[in-house]
């Protein structure tokens, strides 16, 4: 069975700008969790789709938005891009409502110029 | 609000020794934890997850535990080889939805 796939894998952007990263989770699973990872902060939770309807938000601002769609594939946006925003973003995914074993996948390494 | 403290945040063992990685979280009402390691630039690798009904769990070489009245979780890892040096993250899962709240991990060392 393939693992949770995350693309693109690195990405490049100026400030202001903004971005699209998506996640394809694990065949059968419908749970999709996003993670901002900086060696400042850790791991921080954003926010929690399933069955296309987001359940979960962590503390972040409204220029981070996501949204699932009805194969489970799930996609994240930040608009207005900020030097803070570089990080790791990790995507997760677990078969059912939760709380169920999640599964990560590689990440997308985003850079802000 | 659940927060997470992991000891020590970092480790370096010669190759074989047996060591163990603790976690303390605040908030003692959750569902399971979850344990992963993580190599530098990748994503989170789940090693175990442990029911909140659960004492213990094991997995080859690995043994976590969890002592949910205290807020208390240690992952025991037995003849340690260079091939575990990595960071180990504990995440208990609270409140609703599949929610994971991170200690800021164990940074591993086994030197050979």
């Known amino acids: 069975k393939a693992g949770v796939t995350q693309t693109p894998r690195y990405l490049i952007k100026t400030r202001g700008q903004q971005v699209t990263l998506s996640c394809s989770p694990i065949?059968?699973?419908?749970?999709v969790s996003w993670y901002q990872q900086t060696p400042g902060q850790g791991l921080q939770f954003l926010f929690e789709?399933?069955?296309?309807?987001?359940?979960n938000k962590g503390n972040f601002p409204g220029r981070f938005s996501g949204r699932q769609f009805s194969n489970s594939r799930s996609e994240m946006n930040v608009s207005t891009l900020e030097l803070g925003d570089s990080a790791l973003y990790l995507c997760?995914?677990?078969?059912?409502?939760?709380?169920?074993?999640?599964?990560f996948g590689p990440g997308t390494r985003l850079t802000v110029t | 609000k659940q927060e997470v403290t992991q000891i020590p945040a970092a480790l370096s063992v010669p190759e074989g020794e047996n060591l163990v990685l603790n976690c303390s979280f605040t908030?003692?009402?959750?569902?399971?934890l979850q344990w992963f390691r993580q190599d530098p630039g990748k994503g989170l690798t789940s090693l175990l997850l442990?029911?909140?009904?659960?004492r213990e769990q094991t997995s080859g070489r690995l043994n976590a535990s969890l002592d949910k009245s205290s807020g208390r979780s240690t992952l025991y890892i037995a003849a340690s080889q260079p091939g575990d040096s990595a960071t180990y993250l504990c995440a208990p899962s609270t409140g609703y939805g599949n929610k994971l709240v991170f200690g800021a991990g164990t940074i591993l060392r086994v030197k050979s």
């Open positions: 065949s059968g699973h419908r749970s």
């Open positions: 442990i029911q909140s009904s659960q």
């Open positions: 789709y399933f069955s296309e309807t987001q359940r």
């Open positions: 908030d003692s009402a959750i569902y399971n």
């Open positions: 997760a995914s677990s078969v059912d409502g939760g709380p169920y074993e999640q599964y």
